[in-house]
C-alpha cells in the first residue's frame, strides 16, 4: 500500500522543496546571514506619513483589519499587521504624534494591541504617551465601521493604515472616511477577493504577499524576515511550473502524468 494518497504527490514534492527552502533560510538567518528584502515604498511612506501626522496636528489610526483572528486562516495577516503596528507606534510615539488603535471586531487581539501600545510607549521613554481611551473596540460589523467613522469625522486623520485580515465594507468604509478627511492611506490584505479594492483606496496599496514582506521589514527580526526567503522559492517554483505546463498543454503533451499517481 502507498504511503501517498493517490493524486497527491505533486503537492507532497512541493511541501518538501518549501520546507527545506525554509529550513535553509532559518539556519542561514540563525547564522548571521540575513535575507535583503526588496525596496518597499510603503515602508518609507509610514514615516512620512507619521511626519504629515505631526505637521497637521492629527492622529495616526492603526488597525490591523477587522477579521484579524489570532487563530486559523487569518493568524498571519494579523501577526504581519501587528509587526506593521508596532513599528508605527514607535515612530509616532517618538515624534510625539497621536495615536488611535481600533480593536478589531472579534477582539482576541485586544490584549496585544493594547499591550504593543504600552509596551513601545516605555521602551521609548514616554509611558505617558499610552492613553487608554486610544484603544477602542466596537463590535459588530456596523459598530466597526460606524465608530471609526465617527473618531475620523471627531479627531481628524493624517495617516491611515490597514494592513492584516481586511472585510468588505467592514474596512473600506473607513479608508474612505480617511480619504474624506485628507489623510495619507496606506494598507492591504492577503485576501484575494480585495486586492482591487484596496487598490482603488489606498495612496500606497499592498497586493497579497507584500502584506507579509512588509511585517517582516517592520519587525526588524532577521528570523522573521527570513521566511520570506522560504516563500519566495515556493513562488518561484509555481511560477516554473505554470509556464512549463502552458507549454506542454500547447504541444498537447501528458502534463507530468507520474506526479498524478
Known sequence: MSIFIT?????FVIFVIIA??????LWSAIKGKVVELRPLPQFDAISDGVDKAVEEGH?????????AYLSGLYATMAIAGLNVLRYTLRLAIRRGATVHLPVPRQPEAYALIDGIYREVSVSEGKP??????????????????TGIAGWIARDGCSLYLMIGAAGGGIDTIPVHWAYQAGAMR???TPRWPHQGTFTMLNDYPLWMDDVYALGARCSEDPIVVSTQGGADVGKFILVVMLV?????VAAKQPIVAWLNM
Do not use: H, K, W
Open 7 to 11: 493524486g497527491r504527490m505533486a503537492e
Open 186 to 188: 496606506i494598507g492591504g
Open 59 to 67: 492622529p495616526v489610526y492603526i488597525t490591523i483589519g477587522g477579521y
Open 244 to 248: 512549463v505546463t502552458a507549454i506542454l
Open 128 to 145: 505617558e504617551a499610552y492613553v487608554m481611551d486610544n484603544v477602542q473596540f466596537y463590535g459588530s460589523n456596523e459598530a466597526y465601521y
Open 20 to 25: 527545506a527552502a525554509t529550513l535553509y533560510y
